[in-house]
């Protein structure tokens, strides 16, 4: 089982590590910072610095079969490490926390607009959330000025975890029709907006909604009968 750090510590960006195994996948490491694909985020991409000073470059990260499983994606044509070799494992970290404030972002959304999550994707940037609402209660503007209101007004952003048995009785902490929350475990990862949002979800966030900076919406589309999708970016 792999040692999830960005788990615990969204901002650490990078971490010693040991290689446990390689295949044509990728490589497998008995800790990392890196995020693998999922909810919407993309895998965060970065280096593998090996003692010799050679580097490897990573393109993506994404989960393997097993629980808590990441294969580094090294670039094509890379010599993979041999298992049990020594390295430091470091993200792009500017790309990541672009990652994690629109993410953050993304969950302010969903706090402003009522209605099921049908959709979502994080982008470099840019993020969008597709909703099961009448395309009439979509006020572009109203929207933006209450989001940006409520990033303006410093909430504090943490983790925190509820056991599968009492998920079972708070439907509510699921947001999302598309992707549900992985149960099996024993527990699953919430992620709390303080006083605003409490949804389940196990990407990386920042720690304060002040961090994210302002933002716009481009535009609100509609994809089906009553599937609305907002279109947002960084305004600066």
């Known amino acids: 089982m792999t040692v999830l750090v960005f788990r615990d510590d969204a901002y650490a960006r990078g971490c010693a590590a040991r290689v446990i195994a390689t295949d044509e996948r990728g490589i497998r ?14 895998g965060d991409t970065g280096s593998l610095r090996l003692a010799s000073g050679e580097t490897i470059a990573i393109v ?3 989960k ?23 390295l430091t494992a470091e993200i792009d970290w500017e790309r990541r926390y672009r990652l994690m404030r ?25 993020g969008r959330l597709d909703f099961d609402v009448p395309g009439a209660s979509l006020d572009k503007e109203a929207i933006a ?3 940006n209101a409520l990033i303006a007004a410093g909430h504090e952003v943490t983790p925190r975890w509820i056991t599968d048995a009492e998920l079972e009785t708070r439907p509510e902490l699921v947001r999302t029709m598309s992707v549900k929350p992985p149960v ?15 949804k389940t979800c196990g990407g990386t966030h920042i720690r304060n909604t002040a961090e994210n900076g302002p933002i ?14 907002i279109n947002l970016q960084f305004a600066e």
């Open 29 to 42: 490491l008995d800790r990392t910072v890196f995020y693998p694909t999922g909810g919407g985020q993309p």
């Open 102 to 126: 629109m993410h953050s972002c993304l969950h302010l959304l969903c706090a402003v607009v009522p209605g099921a999550v049908t959709g979502g994707q994080v982008s470099d940037g840019r």
């Open 60 to 62: 993506d990260a994404v």
């Open 216 to 229: 716009k919406i481009n535009k609100t589309e509609n994809k089906g009968r009553q599937n609305r999708r």
């Open 184 to 198: 099996g475990a024993g527990r699953v990862r919430l992620m709390e907006v303080a006083g605003i949002d409490l």
């Open 145 to 147: 000025a209450e989001l």
């Open 64 to 86: 393997g079969d097993a629980a808590d499983e990441v294969i580094h994606v090294p670039a094509p044509g890379t010599p993979l490490p041999s298992p049990g070799t020594e």
